[in-house]
C-alpha cells in the first residue's frame, strides 16, 4: 500500500502506514546481511544525493530512504472510508550516511564537525519544499532505539504536518512568551544556569543539562546559550561536534551495549517562538503498560542524580 497518513479518531496522534517498511534489512537480526551503507554496495541504495569525498571516494553520503516514511510523488489527496480518511500527502525522507567505516563509534568520527553541517543544509533545503510544514532530523542507535543498520547514519524526514508532540512543545513556548514575553528555553538555560544542579556541561556557545522533567533515565539535552530558533542557521559546527564527544564518551563509557535515540527540535515552518534543541534519549528502560496507558513516565534515575554520575563516568552496570 501507497504511504500515506491516518488520523487516529481516538486521539490527536497521527500513523504513517506502509507496509514496504517491513522489507528493510536488520543486521541486528541477521548477521549475513550485506550491508548497503557500505563502500562498494552504492547500487543497493537510491542515487546519491550529496556526497563529500577525498579523492575519488566518499566519506559522507546522502541518499533517499529506500523504505521511506512517505514518498513525494503522491498527489495530496484524501481517501474516504466511511467516518475515516487516508491522507496520502506528499513528504520526503532521506539517509544521511555519515562514514564509510561500518562499524564506527559517531563520536570517534573524526568530520563530525562535516556532519552537522551536512544535517544543517538538508534541512534547510528540506524545509524549501512546498509541502513541508514540519523537518525532522533523528538518529537511532542501537537495537533497544529501533536501528535496522549498525552502519552509522542518520535520517531526515520532511513532513506535511507539523507532529503532535512538536505542536504540543511550539504551544508552549508561545504561551510562555505571550504572557512573560520571553522565550521559555531561554529562561529555562538561565535557571539551570543559576541552579547548577542539572548541567553537565556549558561554554560560550552551549549548554547541555539533564531536563527537569527528564522522561528517560539519562536523557540529555543540548542548547545554544544564544536564542535561535533554527537549527539550519547554526553555523559553530566544531564546538557542537566537541560537546557530542564528550557526551556519548561518557554514556559509553558507563554503559555497555548502549542505545539511545538523538532528536532534533528546530522551528516548525513560519513559527518564530521557538529555540533549537537537541535531545539524546538513552534507551536503559523501555516504557511499559503504565506509561502506554496513562501517557506518563516513571523515571527511576533523577535527572540530579543522573548528572552526577555522568560527570563521574564510571561505569554502572
Not at 514518498?71 to 564509510?100: A, S
Not at 538538508?122 to 523537518?135: D, E, F, I, T
Not at 564527544?245 to 521557538?274: C, G
Request: with cysteine; net charge positive; hydrophobic share 40%.
Amino acid at each position: 500500500m501507497k504511504p500515506h497518513l491516518r488520523k487516529d479518531i481516538f486521539s490527536s496522534c497521527w500513523v504513517i502506514i506502509n507496509d514496504e517498511r517491513s522489507k528493510r534489512p536488520n543486521d541486528y537480526v541477521d548477521s549475513n546481511i550485506i550491508c548497503p551503507f557500505c563502500p562498494g554496495n552504492e547500487k543497493q541504495t537510491p542515487v546519491a544525493i550529496l556526497e563529500r569525498k577525498r579523492g575519488n571516494k566518499w566519506y559522507i553520503r546522502v541518499v533517499e530512504n529506500k523504505y521511506p516514511a512517505l514518498v513525494e510523488n503522491n498527489n495530496n489527496v484524501l481517501e474516504k472510508e466511511g467516518i475515516f480518511f487516508k491522507y496520502f500527502f506528499n513528504g520526503r525522507h532521506e539517509v544521511i550516511i555519515e562514514t564509510p567505516l561500518h562499524r564506527e563509534n559517531f563520536y570517534n568520527i573524526k568530520h563530525l564537525s562535516e556532519i552537522f553541517e551536512v544535517y544543517s543544509f538538508r534541512m534547510n533545503y528540506l524545509y524549501s519544499l512546498k509541502n513541508s510544514k514540519y523537518v525532522m532530523l533523528f538518529k537511532n542507535y542501537g537495537v533497544n532505539a529501533g536501528a535496522s543498520l549498525k552502519h552509522p547514519h542518520s535520517q531526515i524526514i520532511s513532513l506535511p504536518i507539523i507532529p503532535v508532540r512538536v505542536e504540543d512543545e511550539v504551544k508552549r513556548f508561545r504561551y510562555y512568551f505571550y504572557k512573560y514575553r520571553r522565550c521559555l528555553m531561554c529562561d529555562v538555560i538561565e535557571n539551570e544556569i543559576m541552579l547548577k544542579k542539572r548541567v553537565f556541561y556549558i561554554d560560550d556557545f552551549f549548554i547541555v543539562f539533564a531536563p527537569f522533567a527528564s522522561r528517560f533515565n539519562f536523557e540529555i539535552w543540548i542548547a545554544p546559550l544564544k536564542h535561535e530558533k533554527d537549527f539550519f542557521n547554526e553555523e559553530n559546527f566544531n564546538g557542537l561536534a566537541d560537546i557530542f564527544r564528550l557526551v556519548l564518551k561518557k554514556l559509553h563509557r558507563i554503559f555497555d551495549d548502549l542505545s539511545y535515540n538523538m532528536i532534533f527540535h528546530t522551528a516548525p515552518k513560519n513559527v518564530e517562538n521557538f529555540h533549537w534543541h537537541i535531545e539524546i534519549l538513552p534507551k536503559l528502560a523501555m516504557p511499559a503498560g503504565f506509561e502506554w496507558g496513562s501517557g506518563f513516565y516513571i523515571n527511576s534515575v533523577s535527572p540530579e542524580q543522573a548528572i552526577k554520575i555522568l560527570k563521574l563516568g564510571k561505569k554502572i552496570n
